[in-house]
């Protein structure tokens, strides 16, 4: 999988004002299940008002909500435990923009998952 868009990316932190690269999330493998039942992924990107499948090109750079709905729906299901395979995506940046490799280089990511009861 590459990165497709910067706007996707959380970064991975600079030394010496180089930036290291930068990493995406992107859900993967088996199918998500909610208290033990298949669900479907879906994602809203108009404040929770209109829901579709997710991966359907409703992505807009930096701001989503994802959620999970009944199999064959895309209304937001009630739910105790979900779970839902995630994949992280490390890019370097080029050799010559990053910092001296001749000691260590840490990387430094970070996102943040918000929960929102709907």
Known sequence: MGLASDSYNFGLGSVSG???GSFA???VGSAPTADGAAVDPIQSVDGN???AAAGTGMQTPGVSTFSWAPTGTVVPGAYTT???P???TAVLNKKADL???SQDVPLDGLAT???TYL
């Open 18 to 20: 180089k930036n290291v």
């Open 113 to 115: 998952f918000t929960l």
């Open 99 to 101: 910092p001296d490799l």
């Open 25 to 27: 999330i992107s859900t």
């Open 49 to 51: 008002v209109t829901w």
């Open 86 to 88: 995630l994949a992280i």
């Open 82 to 84: 979900i779970t839902q």
